[in-house]
């Protein structure tokens, strides 16, 4: 069965840099959320959108922005990267309803800011 | 806001059960979920229970839902080295769904 896609795998960025993380959900999925997971930390929601629309805001630098395309795949923008942007960035899909909101992990994005 | 708790660390013998324990605040989540992130891994999400049930078994994985005390657990019958992960309790707390976890239970197995 298809899987969440995430691109790409890793990513090294100096500070101050930008950096566009790609998530490509399940096919027929209407939903993608984003998550960030700090060092021995447990995931943090960023932002989701639904329906290319976004749904809701969690825990997101006002330096990061995020949008669904018209295909349902979405990106993550970052810039003026931090030293403490560094973790790895997960992209789940859901349908919306679905039991609840039952949610499809990407394999994350390691990104590392030098 | 919404809040879920895990204990940190478990560790068992190859054979025994193991038990993961979670407790939750929003007693409004229709479902609740467990997943499994092994090291340098994506999170897999292993099973879930609706909250009317009190109980689901799915194969090894037996989840025990009491929603008077907003705990929830997750068994692991006859626990295996390959089940040596990171083991997160989930919450759909948010208002569009996003997931609240726990800090997340590492489970060790000794063979």
């Known amino acids: 069965a298809a899987g969440v896609i995430q691109s790409p795998r890793h990513l090294i960025k100096e500070k101050r840099e930008t950096a566009t993380l790609k998530c490509y959900p399940i096919?027929?999925?209407?939903?993608v959320y984003w998550y960030q997971q700090g060092p021995g930390q447990d995931p943090q929601f960023l932002i989701s959108f639904y329906e290319k629309m976004q749904s809701d805001k969690g825990s997101i630098p006002d330096r990061f922005s995020a949008q669904q395309f018209s295909d349902y795949h979405s990106e993550l923008n970052m810039s003026s990267l931090e030293l403490g942007d560094s973790a790895l960035y997960f992209c789940?899909?859901?349908?919306?309803?679905?039991?609840?909101?039952?949610?499809?992990f990407g394999p994350g994005t390691r990104l590392t800011v030098t | 806001g919404e809040d879920v708790e895990q204990s940190l660390f478990l560790s068992v013998r190859e054979g025994d059960s193991s038990v993961i324990n979670c407790t939750y605040t929003?007693?409004?989540?229709?479902?609740l979920y467990w997943y499994k992130q092994e090291p340098g891994a994506g999170l897999q999400l292993l099973t879930y229970i609706f909250s009317n049930m009190d109980m689901k078994q799915d194969q090894r994985l037996t989840v025990l839902l009491n929603k008077k005390d907003k705990h929830l657990s997750l068994r692991i019958a006859d626990t295996q080295t390959g089940d040596s992960a990171i083991y997160f309790c989930a919450d759909p707390g948010g208002s569009q769904g996003n997931l609240i976890f726990g800090k997340g239970t590492k489970l060790s197995v000794k063979p």
């Open positions: 096919p027929r999925h209407d939903t």
């Open positions: 929003d007693s409004s989540s229709t479902y």
């Open positions: 789940a899909s859901s349908l919306n309803g679905a039991r609840g909101y039952e949610q499809y």
